[in-house]
């Protein structure tokens, strides 16, 4: 049934979000500073899991969210204190919990094995002085739910169950009518199991002046022929039980005595007990007999009506204000399609290019600064760049559920590697394009990995040189001249510089006698086939290293860099653009083209000296910058706009930085100005072009190309060979 | 004459189930997400004839709604049945004290839901 779909659909997101909720709950359990209504939250979310789950028959999920959630309730009840080990457990049993939902979401097959021992500690939270808590049974057995029901009735079977004749005494107490069940209703449905007599006993209403409008006065003799049995009938009461006195008797079913019946019969057909007789002055009872289908009598339905609204009104609408007060209100949300958000974010591009292209106009046909055609234009620039920021800021996510998964993450390595690890997260709310942050988990989840792996030293090793047992890593967000920046540290041992340095020349990557800085040895780390691990973990893996991290944060049009103090840690600094959408750039004119140079592959430009370029090789040069030499790469030829090459006095040099921390020298005519542009994808529009990332629109209308840096210098490494000055280590 | 339920669950999954489950049954469906919500939404429409609760909600749980609706000599006889998990006694105690009506218990039958509600609505 596609309703059931859409449910189910609607459950598993749910799950996301309650899962979200509890894992930020038990963290601050963790962190010891979470007040009885994060407790309650994480309790909630659990609770709400289960909940679901039952109803679309996940029987493991079920049952291990039965055990967390009873593990829970005992925090919450005060009965259990959370202790560091506790929430160690409960924390993984969380990460057991996410597991269980996504493999219930995505219907793979479930191994009760790989989460036993998780699932036994929970048990054992649970489990006082060697027993185990008295659990309430999982009477929790998910049902399969048929909403194609054919009809509602709960008709008694039809089985070849003879009539059982059933004689029932029904005195109901006042709180019976206080809670809205009227006894009309009851005797509605048992009239449904079959032929029944219902009489009613008034004796024990007072004089008018006596009756309590709440009160209950009336009790009944019923008579009923049914072919259900006692159990039936008596789940006719179910919701009254405690709020009357009920005796149900039966031929051949008998529940109560033969002397309790005979007394019970006795008060109901109005035979005052012996003790009463001195009431004997008062109107006797009379037997009212009523045809099956008794007219409301219930002494409270009608009277209770009456009484006037005061007080309780009162009540319930101050109590409301402080409850409301003490909660955050709920963002309201609508989902939006992201084909629709782009198409948006296209769009408002177009506009961009637009009102630039008629500035320009303007400024050609010359109005006067203070005409109202350039005032108004200047309110268009305004307003344009507000809807594109606007606009932005709807892809843009927080960072919070990627560092959230995170903490997962460290808490398993630091598992695995019997390290102390705690994840301090900061800046959470920090917003950033989808995409980004999309992509920003895999090169992060291997960072964490090595600083947990690699950075943060074994609690022994720790205690020793005089450090908490337990290591923290802190993952920070910030907004930082229109950029975000992420930080990664460790508290760890900071990065081993001769044995990186050793490695290195080991592997051959660097030649044995050459000379680096502290900041260049770091940064070893992020050439290719570099590794440090002496022993290859399950963890940290082979080879798949930082240069990937690199790569992947270039790729979004970021830089990584890295510090380190020995026995204090490491830190890796990320900075990325908050949208993939535009991007600050520098114009360059090459060969009469304009053509746009990232901003964040830049490091400096340079007017060359004659003095300073040397060649090499067949047609190969080089350009010397402080002492050392970087490959110069002649756009203008590279990418064919001229064939000879252009003079490097005449020109200017922008040193760039690459991939492996290479640097090279690109050589362009001049530098026009730094702007801001909107990236208009080359490989749908045109077609992939080596060298060129993007293509953007100038204001004057002409199209103009954004340099792929990175493919540019391994483009011209191919066609010369620069040798051993590949790996060129700048100033 | 139609019947309507209203329904206060913090799940949006519990409350999709019943109200697919009402509206397969015929009845009207309110729907509010805690119980602070379902004050309100009771404020703004004519009474319901049942109202269905759980009672682990945020901001004001199922035991606090029922307790504030009871108060309300307008919704006095509003029968009003909890959505609970357990066949705990103690919860379905307490619910009572409150002033539920019933009971029923998840995951639920429809059936069993209508059945229940049935029982309660006049």
């Not at chain 2, 379905?92 to 029982?119: C, D, H, N, S, Y």
Request: aromatic share 4%; glycine share 8%; hydrophobic share 45%.
């Amino acid at each position: 049934m596609d309703t059931m779909a859409e449910i189910r659909q609607t459950f598993f997101q749910e799950c996301e979000e309650q899962l979200s909720e509890m894992e930020l709950g038990l963290l601050a359990m963790d962190e010891g500073n979470a007040d009885s209504e994060t407790v309650n939250a994480v309790f909630r979310a659990v609770h709400s899991i289960k909940g679901g789950a039952g109803a679309f028959k996940l029987t493991e999920l079920v049952q291990f969210a039965h055990s967390f959630e009873t593990a829970l309730d005992h925090v919450r009840s005060g009965k259990l204190t959370p202790t560091p080990e506790m929430m160690k457990i409960m924390l993984r049993a969380a990460d057991v919990l996410s597991d269980l939902v996504e493999a219930s979401r995505d219907g793979r097959e479930i191994n009760e094995a790989n989460y036993a021992s998780i699932a036994a500690d929970v048990k054992a939270l649970t489990t006082f002085d060697g027993v185990e808590e008295v659990e309430e049974p999982i009477d929790f057995q998910p049902t399969i739910i048929d909403f194609g029901m054919p009809e509602l009735a709960i008709e008694p079977e039809p089985a070849a169950s003879q009539e059982h004749e059933y004689r029932i005494n029904f005195a109901p107490r006042p709180e019976l009518y206080a809670n809205a069940n009227e006894t009309i209703l009851i005797f509605r449905e048992l009239n449904r199991l079959g032929a029944m007599q219902a009489f009613c006993d008034a004796a024990a209403i007072p004089s008018l002046d006596d009756i309590d409008p709440n009160g209950a006065y009336f009790s009944w003799a019923v008579q009923l022929k049914s072919e259900a049995d006692i159990a039936g009938v008596r789940e006719v009461f179910e919701f009254v039980d405690g709020e009357a006195d009920l005796t149900i008797e039966s031929d051949g079913q008998a529940e109560v005595s033969d002397a309790d019946i005979a007394a019970l019969l006795a008060q109901a057909l109005g035979t005052p007990p012996a003790a009463d007789t001195a009431n004997a002055s008062e109107p006797s009872a009379e037997i009212i007999p009523i045809s099956t289908m008794p007219a409301p009598v219930a002494a409270s339905s009608e009277t209770a009506d009456v009484e006037p609204a005061v007080a309780p009104v009162q009540a319930v609408e101050s109590s409301k204000p402080d409850t409301k007060a003490a909660v955050v209100p709920a963002q309201t949300t609508i989902r939006v399609e992201f084909d629709r958000v782009d198409r948006l974010i296209n769009l408002v591009g177009e506009l961009v290019i637009n009102q630039a292209m008629l500035s320009q106009r303007v400024i050609e046909a010359n109005f006067a600064g203070s005409s109202s055609v350039v005032i108004g234009l200047e309110e268009l620039e305004q307003l344009t760049r507000e809807i594109q920021e606007s606009v932005m800021a709807i892809r843009a996510q927080p960072v919070k559920p990627l560092f959230q998964r995170m903490s997962r993450m460290v808490r398993e390595v630091a598992d695995a590697t019997g390290k102390e690890v705690k994840l301090k997260t900061e800046g959470e709310a920090t917003e950033v394009d989808k995409t980004v942050v999309e992509r920003l988990a895999e090169p992060l989840t291997h960072m964490i990995r090595n600083a947990v792996d690699h950075g943060i030293e074994s609690p022994e090793v720790r205690l020793a040189a005089g450090k908490p047992a337990e290591g923290t890593v802190r993952l920070t967000a910030a907004h930082r001249s229109g950029r975000i920046v992420i930080e990664l540290s460790d508290d760890g041992a900071g990065i081993n510089r001769p044995k990186v340095r050793a490695s290195a020349i080991n592997k051959g990557l660097i030649p044995a006698d050459m000379q680096l800085s502290d900041s260049d040895i770091d940064n070893l780390l992020f050439l290719p086939g570099f590794s440090t691990a002496a022993t290859i973990s399950s963890i940290s893996g082979r080879g798949v290293g930082m240069d990937v991290v690199k790569r992947s944060i270039q790729a979004l049009g970021g830089r990584i860099s890295i510090s380190s103090r020995p026995g204090l840690g490491s830190t890796f600094s990320m900075s990325l653009p908050l949208t993939l959408a535009v991007l600050d750039g520098m114009a360059v004119s090459v060969a009469g083209q304009t053509l746009v140079v990232p901003l964040t592959a830049i490091v400096e430009t340079l007017k060359p000296k004659k003095s300073e370029v040397h060649g090499l090789g067949s047609d190969g040069r080089v350009m010397s910058i402080r002492d050392t030499f970087v490959p110069l790469i002649d756009v203008g030829t590279q990418l064919g706009f001229r064939e000879t090459p252009t003079q490097p006095e005449n020109s200017v040099a922008l040193l760039v930085e690459t991939g492996g921390g290479a640097r090279n020298a690109l050589l362009v005519d001049s530098i026009q100005d730094q702007r801001q542009v909107v990236i208009k994808s080359l490989e749908t529009n045109y077609g992939t072009v080596a060298g060129i990332a993007a293509a953007t629109i100038l204001g004057d209308g002409r199209v103009a190309l954004i340099l792929d840096v990175d493919a540019l210098v391994s483009k011209s490494f191919e066609e010369t060979l620069v040798g051993e000055l590949h790996y060129g280590t700048g100033g | 004459m139609t019947q309507t339920i209203l329904t206060v669950d913090d799940s949006r999954t519990m409350r999709d189930m019943l109200k697919m489950a009402l509206v397969e049954a015929g009845y009207n469906v309110l729907q509010a997400v805690d119980g602070v919500d379902g004050l309100d939404v009771l404020q703004a429409s004519a009474p319901p004839d049942v109202i269905v609760t759980d009672i682990n909600m945020p901001k004001m749980d199922g035991f606090g709604l029922i307790e504030a609706v009871r108060k309300d000599s307008r919704y006095r006889k509003v029968p009003i049945l909890v959505l609970t998990t357990e066949s705990d006694a103690a919860k379905k105690m307490r619910a009572k004290e409150a002033g539920a009506t019933g009971w029923i218990v998840k995951p639920f039958e429809p059936t069993k839901l209508i059945a229940a509600i049935r029982r309660v609505a006049a």
